[in-house]
Structures are given as structure tokens and as C-alpha cells.
């Protein structure tokens, strides 16, 4: 089975501190992505990576960065923490297969982080 | 652009059928995802369809139309561990997924 661990389930923060939210996962994967999902919103891709050392935007990298030193782990930062930061974060990994450069993806349990 | 439309809260009896559809428009086509997410907890992967028509999977049912941007999932026998949300996904083609923002399903006795 695939397992995608990260590592808090949740997390309260004070606004301005750095935050580290760390992805971890066992099936040598090629991409990885970070994702928010916020009530009446959805799951909105904040960065991906399709390999080690290679990072992409996704759709809101705003006050986020990555980093991807190692192939299993795919690291979320946020700099300088806000109140509108507060969310359920999402972590995800999916290989290069046959359907394209990104196959199903599979998801961690998910970190919900609290800015106060 | 990209753009997902399923609705957003349905409500259904134990024991009964339910289909929740998803339209699409996305700029590019490389499959259809069903996800599942219960309450608080991560979405899993349910079904996968890039060409037309039916994949069955037990309960669970996925139905495909490329030319009307259009997939239902159909579930059967419903249960009430099937309360949950249902996310319609589409691949492009890119590294990026289109989600939808999912449906509500509740299973009432």
C-alpha cells in the first residue's frame, strides 16, 4: 500500500513565526504536491514537484516555498505565518505512469494548522 | 480555464441508489478521477475513467462521456459509511489535477 505520512495533524502557530510542515512518502514516486483546502473553496494547489531539486507554482505559492532534497520528502514553509493561513493542509504523491505525468494521486492524512 | 461543476450537498436513504454528476471544461483531457473524503480525513482514490462508458467497482459505479464533458458516479446498496464528499477530478494532461470543490453526500436511515 501506498503511505504518504505528514508530520503533525495539527498544528497551532502564532502569527509571524516560521512553520515547517514536512511529507513523507514510500513508494518512490516521482511528483509530489502540497495542497490547502479551505470550506466553499476546494483543494487549491499551492506548489508541486516533479522531481528532486525541482519545484513548480502552483496556483496559490503566495507566502508559501518548498523544498525537495530527497525523493521521499517534500517540504512546505511558511515564512512568516498569517491568520489567513489557517487551513487543512494537504500533502500528495503520484508517479509518471501510463496516464500521463501524473497518475492517481495519493493523499497524507492531512495537517490542519491554526494561526493565532 | 479550468472549471468543475458538481453539486454541492445531496441527500439519500440507506439501502438506495444515488448518482452524483460532474460536468467539466478543462483545456485538456487525460482522465476523470472519483475521489472520496469522509470528514476530516484525506481523500481516497476511487475510480479512473479516460474513455467512454461504464467501470464498475462493487457498489461503486463511474460512467465517462468525453464529447458532453459530463461523468456521474453511481452508488448502490448505500451504506451509511458513505456519508462523505465526493471530489470529480480531471487531468489535463499537465502535472496539475482540476478539482471540483466535491459533493456532500448524507446517508439517512
Known amino acids: 500500500d501506498v503511505k504518504v505520512t505528514q508530520s503533525s495533524r495539527y498544528l497551532v502557530k502564532r502569527t509571524g513565526e516560521k512553520v515547517f510542515l514536512e511529507c513523507v512518502q514510500d513508494m518512490d514516486h516521482e511528483n509530489m504536491f502540497w495542497y490547502r483546502q479551505d470550506p466553499g473553496l476546494g483543494l487549491r494547489l499551492i506548489y508541486f514537484?516533479?522531481?528532486?531539486?525541482?519545484?513548480e507554482k502552483g496556483d496559490i505559492p503566495e507566502g508559501y516555498s518548498v523544498s525537495r532534497e530527497k525523493k521521499e520528502r517534500f517540504s512546505l514553509i511558511l515564512e512568516s505565518a498569517s491568520t489567513n493561513q489557517t487551513s487543512m493542509y494537504l500533502c500528495?504523491?503520484?508517479?509518471?505512469?501510463?496516464?500521463?505525468?501524473?497518475?492517481?494521486?495519493?493523499f497524507g492524512p492531512g495537517t490542519r494548522l491554526t494561526v493565532l | 480555464g479550468q472549471n468543475i461543476d458538481q453539486p454541492t450537498e445531496m441527500t439519500a436513504t440507506e439501502g438506495a441508489i444515488v448518482q452524483i454528476n460532474c460536468t467539466y471544461q478543462?483545456?485538456?483531457?487525460?482522465?476523470l478521477f472519483w475521489y472520496q473524503q469522509h470528514a476530516g480525513e484525506a481523500p481516497t482514490f476511487l475510480s479512473y475513467?479516460?474513455?467512454?462508458g461504464l467501470e464498475e467497482k462493487g457498489r461503486f459505479s463511474s460512467f465517462l462521456s468525453r464529447s458532453k464533458g459530463y461523468s456521474y458516479l453511481l452508488l448502490k446498496e448505500l451504506q451509511m459509511k458513505d456519508s462523505a464528499s465526493y471530489l470529480c477530478v480531471v487531468a489535463d494532461g499537465s502535472y496539475q489535477l482540476t478539482f471540483g470543490k466535491g459533493t456532500k453526500l448524507s446517508v439517512i436511515p
Open positions: 514537484s516533479y522531481d528532486v531539486k525541482m519545484k
Open positions: 475513467n479516460v474513455l467512454d
Open positions: 478543462t483545456s485538456g483531457f487525460n482522465g
Open positions: 500528495a504523491s503520484s508517479p509518471t505512469g501510463d496516464r500521463g505525468p501524473t497518475d492517481t494521486q495519493y
